[in-house]
T-cell receptor, first 115, second 114 residues
C-alpha cells in the first residue's frame, strides 16, 4: 500500500502552548487529506478534511481556530493545535486519499499529551 | 449524514475458528466499504474493501460480503490466528468527486485465543 508519514510520533507539551503535526504522502500526490482524533478504545472521529490549495472543511463541533490546518502542497498537510489544554490529549491520525485508487492510507499517528 | 453501526464490540474466538463482524450503514448512496485492522497504538491498516458493484470479495483468509438492499456488510476471517487479534473497523464512503470521507464504525476488539 501507499506510504503516509506523520511527525512527530509523540509529543508532550504544556498547557497554553501550540503543537504542529505534519502529515506527508510519500509516494503519491494527495489533493485531499483527512485529520482524525482517536481517544482510547474508541473509533476514529473525523476532525477535518484538508484540500490542497483551499481552506479545510471542519466537522461539526471542531473549532477551526483551535485546530489550524494547512495543506500547502500535494504531499504535505499540517495540523496545529493552538493553546493546547489537557483535554486535547489524544491520538491524532492523518490519512491521505490516493485519487487514483480511491483508498485512504493512514499515517502512524501522533500521541499528544498536554500537561 | 452517514451512520455506521458495528457489532459486536468484542469478539473472542479459538485459534482456527472463524470470526464474523457485521456493519450496517444508513446512506444508500454509499458505494465504498473498506475494513481496517488497528493494533494497539498503531495506524489503521486497510485489509480489504468492497465496492457496491460486487457482492463478495475474498483475499486468502479474509472475505467481505455486501448486501446493498439491506445496507449491511460483513467481514469474515477464517482459520484465525493469534496475530489476527486487533481492533477491526468497518467504514462507509461515497466515492464521488475528489473528497471521500469515511464514516467509521465503533470498532470490534477481536481476540484469538491460542
Amino acid at each position: 500500500g501507499a506510504v503516509v508519514s506523520q511527525h512527530p510520533s509523540r509529543v508532550i507539551c504544556k498547557s497554553g502552548t501550540s503543537v504542529k503535526i505534519e502529515c506527508r504522502s510519500l509516494d503519491f500526490q494527495a489533493t485531499t487529506m483527512f485529520w482524525y482524533r482517536q481517544f482510547p478504545k474508541q473509533s476514529l472521529m473525523l476532525m477535518a478534511t484538508s484540500n490542497e490549495g483551499s481552506k479545510a472543511t471542519y466537522e461539526q463541533g471542531v473549532e477551526k481556530d483551535k485546530f489550524l490546518i494547512n495543506h500547502a502542497s500535494l504531499t504535505l498537510s499540517t495540523l496545529t493545535v493552538t493553546s493546547a489544554h489537557p483535554e486535547d490529549s489524544s491520538f491524532y491520525i492523518c490519512s491521505a486519499l490516493n485519487p487514483g485508487r480511491g483508498e485512504q492510507y493512514f499515517g502512524p499517528g501522533t500521541r499528544l499529551t498536554v500537561t | 449524514g452517514e451512520n455506521v453501526e458495528q457489532h459486536p464490540s468484542t469478539l473472542s474466538v479459538q485459534e482456527g475458528d472463524s470470526a464474523v463482524i457485521k456493519c450496517t450503514y444508513s446512506d444508500s448512496a454509499s458505494n465504498y466499504f473498506p475494513w481496517y485492522k488497528q493494533e494497539l497504538g498503531k495506524r489503521p491498516q486497510l485489509i480489504i474493501d468492497i465496492r457496491s458493484n460486487v457482492g463478495e470479495k475474498k483475499d486468502q483468509r479474509i472475505a467481505v460480503t455486501l448486501n446493498k438492499t439491506a445496507k449491511h456488510f460483513s467481514l469474515h476471517i477464517t482459520e484465525t490466528q493469534p496475530e489476527d487479534s486487533a481492533v477491526y473497523f468497518c467504514a462507509a464512503s461515497l466515492i464521488s468527486g475528489s473528497a471521500r470521507q469515511l464514516t467509521f464504525g465503533s470498532g470490534t476488539q477481536l481476540t484469538v485465543l491460542p
